[in-house]
């Protein structure tokens, strides 16, 4: 990749391990900003954090901040950021722009894998992608984070896409862009709170080497683009689907009446489910994202040595 490695600053933990080959995992941050209310936010966002360093591998949480990129953050950082109001979402097309002005940005999966990228990270842990929005044959809302996988070479562990999305439509899309999705331990896509949306993943795949092995097959061949692992939420902590498609709809049909548009939309329907469900929605998505970080610290591991290989 060639681009001015000025933008981007490193903490010193996320240095420290480059330095020593140690695997490495990437996290976002609009899911701090824009996905979960404060303390919630930043006690997952450092519970994530955790998860990883337990297992031998270490976080770097990305922002932008100060005119710079920043690959990994303080504890610090990470409890500002939850506490500011007015942080921008940056995805692809937001990063110039927040890096012109100077403002704080939380990146998107799309903005988050594109970062990774340029540090030369290949494993990057998230809730849920963003995708195609359910009436996006006449609104076009289909999130840019579906055009990164086509193109960004990054391992994106998540939990499937949310039912707020059209996932018929959203898998559709995967498909025509070359982006394989591989159902973790299921032959099913899940739906984020819940474990089957009802389609099937491209592929099954049972352990992180089998993971890393497509993921290093797929890039010596020169094929760009990011794979996406979609991982079930653990049983224990998944919703019902008739608990949740009540609230997804009310949240949608609110939206519209408030005339909500644009980037603001996702966090928008994140916000109004967590209000319908009284909070079961948040409990879910703190269950998938630990989850995600167990699955992506292992993945991780096991792709460093096909780095170092
Ligand atoms: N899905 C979630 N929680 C989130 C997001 C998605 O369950 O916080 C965030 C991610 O950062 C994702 C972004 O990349 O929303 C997608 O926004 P949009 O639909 O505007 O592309
Ligand atoms: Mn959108």
């Known amino acids: 990749m060639n681009f001015n490695r000025d933008y981007l600053t490193y903490s010193e933990e996320v240095l420290q391990a480059m330095s020593e080959q140690a695997p490495v995992v990437a996290l976002e941050t609009t899911i701090v900003t824009h996905g979960m209310p404060y303390p919630q936010n930043v006690q997952t966002a450092l519970s994530v954090e955790h998860i990883i360093r337990n297992h031998g591998a270490v976080p770097a949480t990305i922002c932008i901040r100060n005119h710079k990129i920043q690959i990994g953050m303080t504890e610090k950082e990470i409890e500002q950021l939850a506490q500011t109001t007015d942080v921008i979402k940056a995805s692809r097309r937001d990063i110039p722009i927040a890096l012109v002005s100077g403002k704080t940005a939380s990146t998107t999966v799309a903005a988050t894998m594109l970062a990774a990228r340029m540090a030369n990270i290949s494993v990057f842990v998230t809730g849920g992608i963003g995708g195609v929005h359910r009436g996006a044959e006449q609104t076009m809302d289909i999130s840019a984070d579906l055009q990164e996988l086509s193109k960004t070479n990054v391992i994106v562990v998540s939990a499937g896409a949310k039912a707020i999305l059209d996932i018929e439509l959203t898998l559709e899309v995967l498909e025509t ?6 159902g973790y331990g299921t032959e099913r896509f899940p739906a984020f709170y819940i474990r089957d949306s009802g389609f ?18 797929k890039w010596s061949l020169g094929l760009d683009g990011g794979i996406l692992v979609a991982n079930p939420i653990p049983e224990h902590a998944s919703l019902q689907p008739e608990d949740i498609q009540q609230s997804i709809d009310a949240a949608i049909a609110q939206s519209k009446v408030h005339g909500i548009t644009g980037k603001n939309v996702t966090p928008y329907l994140l916000a109004a489910v967590e209000r319908l469900t009284e909070g079961k929605s948040l409990q879910a998505n703190i269950a998938l994202i630990e989850h995600n970080a167990n699955v992506g610290a292992q993945i991780a591991k096991v792709y460093q040595q096909y780095r170092q290989g």
């Open 177 to 182: 862009l070359g982006v394989p999705v591989l």
């Open 200 to 217: 099937d993943a491209a592929f099954r795949v049972d352990t992180p080497e089998e993971v890393a092995r497509i993921a290093d097959t």
